[in-house]
């Protein structure tokens, strides 16, 4: 008989997200891509420096030049339509490895001493593990390295949102004198005098090699570094089609002759969950996480678990004026941004400590303390800012659930630079 409209709209939104983690298969010219599988970032085959021989071959291949159409991996496949900058800077896979490869190249920094990678590792989330971001001669910001995964979903940049595009973020750090203390005209210069850089500049950009190229580059590069789907999308997606076929399911062996195409993605997102199992904490806290009583999505909210937007939890806000980082406001003017600070995204999280702008939380459960206690009071205190009575058992559920949000990053090389 015929399945009622509501049925008919959960087996779309099923199969959606069944194909959003189907393993990607290997691109081929003018074809969409999954972002996070396949070889995208792992660069040319072989070993050793790169060759004039092997990028001139590379840079002969019709598919490394066409424009990409990229999707994301379950989990982010919600946050679809959001993506960012690629009107202005289409993916190619010609640039986003030169992007993968001035990522990982100390020779754009002064004295050869650091790169994107420095504070921005694959083994660390694209984050540090140190409190503040350290740059050459060892010299120390003032502010904790945010996560370069996921910026494809995102406009703004740094923690004040002063970078307008990925672009602009991207060469930023190349000429703060704390960071890579470059200059861009010494960069762009350095960057000419490698030949294998030279030949991908010419052949990928019709002005060759600049800054705002190497910005470009760079954040081709960091649009591809997105995580893959967590513990939580596998058992949420599961648990959604449970929900959305609920009667079906209670006679699953007229379910597998009627629908067997349906009975064969619920197996398979089964299987999935099966293989990525959370705990029952997790579960929990994943439901106290998305409920009114925690108030955790006014802010982490979407599939990047955060709404870009700028807010005052009362961090740093405990010391006299004159030595308080005020955030956002340093870039609008307005009184309404002070000591503000963008959301960050949850999506691995547990790979990225320590936390907040300043680097002061250690850990997640001093992160879950920090909200169930208010934050510290000021006058610009965000309104969704407030004491949250929670017991020792939803803290450490809170904290199970963000853990739960750790999906694998991309297969990447840190090597094979030109020589």
């Not at 580059?217 to 967590?230: D, N």
């Not at 619920?266 to 705990?279: H, Q, T």
């Amino acid at each position: 008989m015929p399945r009622p409209l509501g049925i008919a709209l959960a087996s779309l939104a099923a199969a959606t997200l069944f194909a959003a983690n189907e393993p990607a298969a290997q691109p081929q010219p003018g074809e969409t891509i999954t972002l996070g599988q396949g070889d995208l970032l792992t660069g040319l085959p072989g070993e050793g420096p790169l060759t004039a021989a092997e990028l001139a071959d590379w840079l002969a291949d019709p598919a490394s030049h066409r424009p990409l159409d990229p999707r994301l991996p379950l989990g982010l496949a919600a946050g679809q339509a959001s993506i960012k900058g690629l009107d202005a800077n289409p993916l190619t896979r010609a640039k986003i490895e030169l992007g993968r490869q001035l990522y990982f190249d100390t020779r754009l920094s002064k004295d050869d001493s650091v790169s994107c990678a420095s504070c921005h590792s694959p083994e660390h989330g694209y984050a540090a593990d140190t409190r503040f971001g350290v740059g050459i001669e060892g010299l120390e910001g003032e502010r904790n390295s945010p996560t370069a995964a996921n910026r494809i979903l995102s406009d703004k940049q740094f923690w004040d949102g002063r970078a307008a595009t990925l672009e602009e973020q991207a060469v930023g750090p190349i000429a703060n004198p704390i960071e890579m203390g470059n200059t861009h005209d010494a960069c762009a210069m350095c960057v000419t005098g490698v030949a294998g850089y030279r030949m991908q500049f010419e052949r990928i950009f019709p002005d060759g090699v600049t800054i705002d190229n190497i910005g470009r580059a760079l954040a081709s590069f960091e649009r591809a570094v997105v995580t893959g789907a967590s513990p939580w999308d596998h058992y949420a997606a599961f648990r959604d089609f449970e929900k959305n076929f609920e009667e079906e399911l209670e006679e699953p062996e007229f379910f597998a002759e009627d629908e067997p195409e349906l009975y064969q993605e619920y197996l398979e997102l089964k299987r999935r969950a099966d293989a990525n199992p959370i705990s029952e904490s997790a579960k929990r806290g994943g439901e106290l996480f998305f409920s009114d009583a925690s108030g955790c999505t006014q802010c982490h909210v979407g599939p990047n678990f955060t709404d870009e937007l700028y807010h005052n939890l009362g961090v740093g806000m405990d010391r006299p004026d004159e030595q308080i980082d005020w955030g956002r406001s340093a870039v609008t003017n307005q009184p309404s941004d002070r000591g503000a600070f963008k959301t960050p995204t949850l999506r691995n999280v547990a790979q990225t400590a320590p936390y907040m702008h300043d680097g002061s939380q250690a850990t997640l459960e001093e992160v879950v303390d920090w909200y169930a206690d208010g934050g510290h009071k000021n006058p610009h205190l965000s309104d969704k800012m407030k004491p949250l009575k929670l017991t020792d058992q939803q803290k450490a559920d809170l904290v199970a659930f963000m853990k739960a949000l750790t999906g694998p990053l991309p297969r990447v090389e840190t090597g094979r630079l030109p020589e």
